[in-house]
C-alpha cells in the first residue's frame, strides 16, 4: 500500500474493534506530546451546513514532522444543522448539531497533505515507539460517548515479502457526567510484525464509527505514554481464580 490512498481510503482497513483495558500511568514514566493544539493562534475554523467535507493544514513547529493536517466531513445532516469545528489555541472543539452526523481526522506525518494535492503525502516522522505502549487522549469536555480510532503508520515494514503498514486500535469512551472531561488510554496492539521502532505517521480519528448526533467535544492533548496494569485488576483477577478453585475442590469433595 502507498501514500496514494491516504487518508481516505483507510476507512475499508479499519475494523478495529473496542478496546478495554485497566491501566495506570506510573510516575517518571515515559511520556512524548505529539499535539497540545497551541498553535495556531487564532485558531483554524471549519463550518459544515450541509453534507460536505473540509480538510486544511496547519505549520506547526511544536508537533512531529512541522504539520498537523485536518479533516472535518458532514456526512449525515437532514435538517441542515450547524457541524462547527475549531482548531488552535489549545484545543479541537467540534460541535454538531441535531441530525447530524460528523467525523473529525486529524493526522501527522505521513498521513498530512502539506501541498494540498492527493497524492502527496506529509512528512516521515521516523519515530521510535518502543518507549512507549499506550496513546493517552485527553478532553476537557465530552457531551456523550466518543468512537475514537488510533492509527500508526511505518513506511519500512519488518518484512518486506509481507508488509504490515498500519496498526490501529479503537474505543468507544463516555465520560463520567455527560459535558464533563474525559481521559482515555488507549494501549497499542503490540502487534510484533509492526515496526515501532519507525513511526512515520498518526492518525487519530473521532466519531468515524459513531451513529450519534448533536455531538460536542473538546480535544486538549494527545501524547504516546508507557502504561503499566493496575494492581487492583490483577488482585481482582486472582481473587476470582482463588474462588473457582475452592468451589472446584468443593465439588470434587
Avoid: K
Avoid at 481516505?8 to 497540545?36: E, F, K, Q, Y
Amino acid at each position: 500500500m502507498t501514500l496514494d490512498c491516504l487518508p481516505l481510503p483507510l476507512r475499508h482497513i479499519l475494523g478495529a474493534a473496542a478496546l478495554s483495558l485497566s491501566v495506570a500511568i506510573p510516575a517518571g514514566a515515559a511520556t512524548l506530546v505529539i499535539d497540545d493544539f497551541d498553535d495556531p493562534t487564532p485558531p483554524s475554523t471549519s463550518v459544515l451546513f450541509a453534507v460536505g467535507e473540509r480538510s486544511f493544514n496547519n505549520f506547526t513547529p511544536t508537533v512531529p514532522g512541522g504539520v498537523r493536517g485536518v479533516y472535518h466531513h458532514n456526512y449525515t445532516n437532514p435538517l441542515g444543522s450547524v457541524a462547527a469545528l475549531s482548531v488552535g489555541n489549545g484545543i479541537v472543539s467540534a460541535s454538531t448539531g441535531i441530525g447530524a452526523r460528523t467525523e473529525v481526522l486529524l493526522s501527522w506525518g505521513a498521513f498530512t497533505r502539506p501541498t494540498g494535492a492527493p497524492g502527496v503525502g506529509g512528512p516521515l516522522l521516523a519515530l521510535d515507539a518502543r518507549p512507549y505502549n499506550a496513546f493517552q487522549i485527553d478532553f476537557t469536555g465530552v457531551s456523550q460517548y466518543s468512537n475514537l480510532i488510533a492509527v500508526l503508520y511505518t513506511s519500512a515494514p519488518l518484512d518486506a515479502g509481507n508488509p504490515l503498514y498500519y496498526t490501529t486500535a479503537a474505543v468507544n469512551a463516555a465520560p463520567a457526567v455527560p459535558g464533563g472531561p474525559m481521559s482515555v488510554t488507549l494501549p497499542f496492539t503490540g502487534d510484533p510484525n509492526f515496526n515501532w521502532s519507525r513511526v512515520d505517521g498518526i492518525l487519530l480519528e473521532i466519531d468515524r464509527a459513531n451513529n450519534a448526533t448533536n455531538l460536542s467535544w473538546n480535544l486538549d492533548r494527545l501524547a504516546l505514554v508507557t502504561v503499566v496494569p493496575e494492581p487492583g485488576a490483577g488482585a481482582l483477577l486472582l481473587a476470582g481464580l482463588a474462588v473457582v478453585g475452592w468451589m472446584l475442590r468443593r465439588q470434587r469433595g
